[in-house]
């Protein structure tokens, strides 16, 4: 088992690109996440995924789509990246048992946008 | 929402025991505690979680208080792979909500 894999792994971009970050389980995993992590703060989240084809805004979604076509893979994307989205992201995929699952981490994607 | 306090950093010694507390003055009745930690350039892992009784696992034991407003994460024996940055996380539904949590360093 792979678990959670991000792709990525860096990325720099200039302020106005596009482009789309991959995670995918390999787990079975109905629940998937996306957060964002700054320096010296906890992680924030900025959508999730109850099952394939649905999402939902977290607590930071603005200037971020994401999709779920696949059951294995989230999609997070930046239509026109901006500064403030310097960050390092992270993708977790959890099952369908609330208030006890575990959530899964990926190895987080660092992406810096100039 | 759902908060928790911790402080910033702690400090121990490899071999020994550690004591990580947490308060949750606000926790309501379903909610789970759960602790997570994130190991440097590495995204969180699971710990441990419980909702009212002790727990053990192979990694660290949970204590709970009888009135449920704070909790102990315990590393029974510390090791240099040990530190990293503790979270205590009341679980709000599917979404952890995560603090700055503790930063534990253990010196040989």
């Known amino acids: 088992n792979a678990g959670v894999t991000q792709t990525p792994k860096f990325r720099v971009l200039k302020t106005g690109q596009s482009m789309t970050l991959l995670c995918a389980q390999d787990m079975n995993h109905e629940y998937m996440y996306w957060y964002r992590q700054d320096p010296g703060m906890g992680l924030r989240l900025i959508h999730y995924?109850?099952?394939?084809?649905?999402?939902a805004k977290g607590e930071v979604p603005d200037g971020y789509n994401v999709s779920r076509l696949k059951k294995q893979n989230f999609l997070l994307g930046l239509e026109s990246a901006a500064p403030s989205q310097t960050s390092v992201y992270f993708c977790?995929?959890?099952?369908?048992?609330?208030?006890?699952?575990?959530?899964?981490f990926g190895p987080g994607t660092r992406l810096t946008v100039l | 929402d759902a908060k928790t306090t911790q402080p910033n950093s702690m400090e121990s010694n490899e071999e020994e025991p550690v004591h990580l507390p947490c308060n949750h003055s606000t926790i309501s009745g379903t909610d789970y505690i759960h602790w997570y930690r994130q190991l440097p350039s590495q995204g969180p892992e699971y710990v441990i979680h419980g909702l009212t009784s002790n727990v053990n696992n192979r990694m660290a034991s949970l204590a709970i208080a009888e009135d449920r407003k704070s909790s102990t994460l315990i590393l029974h024996r510390a090791t240099l792979r040990d530190a990293a940055v503790y979270y205590c996380?009341?679980?709000?539904?599917?979404?952890?909500?995560f603090g700055k949590g503790t930063t534990l360093s253990v010196s040989s």
């Open positions: 977790a995929s959890s099952t369908l048992r609330e208030y006890t699952d575990t959530q899964y």
């Open positions: 995924s109850v099952g394939e084809g649905t999402t």
């Open positions: 996380i009341l679980l709000v539904g599917t979404a952890l909500i």
